[in-house]
């Protein structure tokens, strides 16, 4: 987490709220994960009072402001900036550039408004919610291993990309994460060096922010590749594996014989075909 120490800020500034500590609670948090349920989750989890994500570009099914929605159900305020506007994963730029493009009923009810600078709408947040005393639900985040046949490296589909161990090294990861880099740092892209990953490309956004992974995993040899945030939802693995098509790719998994416009299930199929032993 990376947060601002100038006092004169009444909110925190975090590149992903899957860092969030338990010294966040009762915190109002500007933030730069999709707006998607899993995320929400760990906002109520963390008892903020409020929180400000990015939209990744809708998507699917709206799945990347869905988590706005889960909140409004449980009665904390939360907005969305717009993926055009600030770079996902980076919570300083969506501080400097973010603009509102969606907020919830909470939100709203504090004077939120869509076309507001994302700093103003977390100023608001912090000097009008109440505490949050909701109980947060328990996770529906999924990590499931996709049933393959033959040899190969086993397949997890995965909701976030923080779901991946140390056990999964040489595995393949199929995430709903977005696929930007969180703060620019490229040892954010992923925690244990696996064979291959798959993320959603968060509809680009500013300065094709929702793929900033693939660079940095291609530097330690590891496949990857975005799917479209409009044919998978974001922030879930199976509908990844199931439902997206890809619309990026690194050289390595170009050189694995992956291609642009598969299916996620080509993807993996090809980098199964491309493993061996001793890689």
């Known amino acids: 987490m990376r947060a601002d120490a100038r006092a004169a800020r009444p909110y925190l ?8 500590g338990p010294e966040t609670r009762g915190a109002v948090v500007l933030g730069a994960s999709h707006a998607g349920s899993y995320p929400a989750h760990l906002a109520a989890a963390a008892g903020l009072r409020g ?24 009665g904390m305020p ?12 980076d919570g ?10 969606c907020v919830n009923g909470p939100a ?10 994302a700093r103003e709408g977390a100023t608001f947040l912090a000097e ?10 328990e996770a529906a985040e999924q990590r499931v291993e996709a049933s393959v046949s033959g040899e190969g490296p ?13 056990a999964d090294a040489g595995a393949i990861a199929v995430t709903g ?72 790719l690194n050289e390595t998994a170009r050189r694995f014989s992956a291609e642009i416009g598969s299916s996620a299930r080509a993807f993996v199929e090809a980098m199964r075909a491309a493993w061996r032993p001793s890689r």
């Open 92 to 101: 300083a730029d969506g501080e400097r550039r973010g603009v509102l493009s």
């Open 154 to 166: 086993p397949v997890w589909l995965l909701d976030s990309v923080s779901q991946v161990t140390p």
């Open 108 to 117: 709203r009810a504090l004077g939120l408004q869509i076309g507001m600078r």
């Open 78 to 89: 939360a907005a969305a900036l717009s993926h055009r506007s600030a770079r996902i994963g």
């Open 128 to 137: 009008r919610a109440p505490d949050w005393r909701g109980n947060a639900p």
């Open 177 to 248: 994460s977005h696929g930007g880099l969180l703060g620019s740092d490229p040892r954010s892209a992923i925690k244990v060096d696996v064979f291959a990953a798959l993320f959603n490309d968060a509809d680009g956004g500013v300065d094709g922010a929702g793929i900033t992974r693939l660079p940095a995993l291609d530097a330690r040899g590891i496949a990857a590749g975005t799917v479209s945030a409009w044919s998978a939802r974001i922030g879930d693995g199976r509908s990844i594996y199931a439902d997206g098509f890809v619309t990026h």
């Open 13 to 20: 500034v975090v590149d992903s709220v899957t860092r969030l």
């Open 51 to 74: 929180v400000v994500l990015n939209d990744a570009g809708f998507g699917r099914e709206r799945a990347g402001v869905a988590g706005l929605f889960d909140l409004e159900a449980l």
